[in-house]
T-cell receptor
Framework: GDSVTQMEGPVTLSEEAFLTINCTYT??????LFWYVQYPGEGLQLLLK?????DKGSNKGFEATYRKETTSFHLEKGSVQVSDSAVYFC??????????FGDGTTLTVKP | GAGVSQSPSNKVTEKGKDVELRCDPI?????LYWYRQSLGQGLEFLIY????????KSGLPSDRFSAERTGGSVSTLTIQRTQQEDSAVYLC??????????????FGPGTRLTVL
């Protein structure tokens, strides 16, 4: 079945550091790929998505590129801020229907 | 409303009791999903409703769990004879699905269930 494996946390960075959170997936066919973010005390919200190979999703300075050859969708940001502290979830989804999520990576950014 | 709402926000119950969790999706959204998030874990799919189609119940962990969606809108997740391992945050999401699917899922704030 489908599965998503993401980098274990927690990840602690200083402000303005470069961020990478790795995500790889196992699925047949061509799923859409997503990153969701859960800020402290808030609900899960979509950060970015990519629906086909080589697509790059981007939002709020975050980027991720759909790499079918390596079955990866790594999340990157060039310069993190304290306000980026949150839990990040990688997920895949085929058309309509359920999403399959990774276990989440907790990011803490220190001033 | 503007987003997906869930009630109650917190529920504490005793082992063996039944509980009902409610989800109000975004108006007009055709699809509704329930997930469970245990401490330190990712989201586990439970059940999915799409329009008038039969629901996908493949994620329900046992026959103690059931869900219904009335009138294509509000959904209730029922857990009978609750067990301590049922303690988790239960998340509801909805989406507007076209013919090809792939609509963005919008999540509610969740119901935190604690079984003593």
């Amino acid at each position: 079945g489908d599965s998503v494996t993401q980098m274990e946390g927690p990840v602690t960075l200083s402000e303005e550091a470069f961020l990478t959170i790795n995500c790889t997936y196992t699925a047949t066919g061509y799923p859409s790929l997503f990153w969701y973010v859960q800020y402290p005390g808030e609900g899960l919200q979509l950060l970015l998505k990519a629906t086909k190979a080589d697509d790059k999703g981007s939002n709020k300075g975050f980027e991720a590129t759909y790499r079918k050859e390596t079955t990866s969708f790594h999340l990157e940001k060039g310069s993190v801020q304290v306000s980026d502290s949150a839990v990040y979830f990688c997920a895949l989804r085929r058309n309509a229907g359920k999403s399959t999520f990774g276990d989440g990576t907790t990011l803490t950014v220190k001033p | 409303g503007a987003g997906v709402s869930q009630s109650p926000s917190n529920k504490v119950t005793e082992k063996g009791k039944d509980v009902e969790l409610r989800c109000d999706p975004i108006s007009g959204h055709t699809a509704l999903y329930w997930y469970r998030q245990s401490l330190g874990q990712g989201l586990e799919f439970l059940i999915y409703f799409q329009g008038n189609s039969a629901p996908d119940k493949s994620g329900l962990p046992s026959d103690r769990f059931s869900a219904e969606r009335t009138g294509g809108s509000v959904s209730t997740l029922t857990i009978q004879r609750t067990q301590q391992e049922d303690s988790a945050v239960y998340l509801c999401a909805s989406s507007l699905e076209g013919a090809g699917g792939g609509g963005t899922q919008y999540f509610g704030p969740g119901t935190r269930l604690t079984v003593l």
